[in-house]
């Protein structure tokens, strides 16, 4: 197995069509089905699925994939640190993210870039995940951490973990001293919610509905900095990733059941987008990010 067989491959799984992947390699389709068709009986499984009019990848191939694009960013920001300093690399990457994940974790990975690639500029948009959707789709974006696109056929989405929305609550709340809160029990409670445009409303009202309870939404947020500081004021609830709340003496943070609310965050990138070596390199850094729980 060589080099140029992975990169092969990583083109074609990016793109799903041979005839842009060889393009993009500058070879024949015929050069790269070749190339392909030796990894393939190198490793003893299929990789794509051509048949029909689109190409798909095989459980094989999705597998491979997962293990290998780590090390070809890390081979591309090798070479491309022996060529240019880190300091001399310019560029800007454009990033879109959902409140929760701007609170913390996305300037977190933002920093961790810009003290390695201090030439680099980052634009962060703060949107509801349709409005991601759609900027991914138009080129205005080009990555952004969110949520499983539904019907993106057109888009890569790669999860990055599964967490637990929970309720917070400041200090002196009734239920600030309980370990756990069912749903239900939030009939009839005073809450600060995000705007139902977001996702993450919709599953909360899912929930709701399905364990029966109607609480008093006296506040719709589009932003979760906001609502952690008004219900720090006030006697109100929220729903939040734990990951989204720092540690703090004024608030509670309690495990929500009967349902837990869970939804899994991940990246999301157009498929056949040229991704640039440093842009690799900053999705990595947010997967590490939360692989740690930041």
């Given at each position: 197995m060589e080099l140029r067989h992975l990169r092969y491959f990583d083109a074609v799984?990016?793109?799903?069509?041979?005839?842009r992947a060889a393009e993009r390699l500058h070879v024949t389709q015929s050069t790269l089905s070749h190339q392909i068709k030796q990894l393939e009986e190198e490793l003893g499984a299929a990789l794509f699925?051509?048949?029909?009019?689109?190409?798909?990848?095989t459980e094989a191939g999705e597998i491979l994939r997962s293990h290998m694009t780590p090390a070809l960013e890390q081979i591309d920001l090798g070479l491309q640190a022996l060529r240019t300093p880190a300091v001399a690399i310019t560029g800007s990457i454009r990033l879109g993210t959902t409140p929760s994940f701007n609170t913390r974790m996305v300037p977190q990975c933002v920093a961790t870039l810009l003290n390695q690639y201090p030439g680099m500029a980052?634009?962060?948009e703060e949107l509801a995940a349709g409005q991601i959707l759609k900027r991914l789709?138009?080129?205005h974006l080009d990555i952004a951490v969110s949520y499983p696109p539904g019907d993106g056929g057109d888009l890569w989405f790669e999860p990055l973990y599964n967490e637990e929305l929970r309720l917070v609550v400041g200090i002196h709340h009734p239920l600030a001293k309980?370990?756990?809160v069912r749903m239900v029990e939030l009939h009839g409670v005073r809450m600060a919610l995000l705007h139902p445009q977001f996702l993450t409303r919709k599953l909360l009202d899912d929930c709701f509905h399905q364990a029966g309870a109607k609480p008093i939404v006296v506040a719709q947020m589009n932003s979760v900095a906001p609502m952690?500081?008004?219900i720090r004021q006030t006697d109100l609830a929220g729903i939040?990733?734990?990951?989204?709340?720092?540690?703090?003496?004024?608030?509670?943070?309690?495990?929500?059941e009967d349902p837990t609310p869970i939804r899994t965050p991940g990246l999301l990138w157009p498929k056949g987008a040229t991704r640039s070596p440093v842009l690799k390199h900053f999705a990595e850094i947010i997967r590490r990010a939360a692989g740690t729980g930041a």
């Open positions: 799984a990016e793109t799903l069509n041979f005839t699925d051509r048949g029909g009019k689109h190409v798909r990848m980052v634009t962060v789709r138009s080129g309980r370990r756990r952690i500081a008004l939040i990733t734990e990951t989204a709340v720092a540690p703090s003496a004024d608030l509670r943070v309690i495990p929500l």
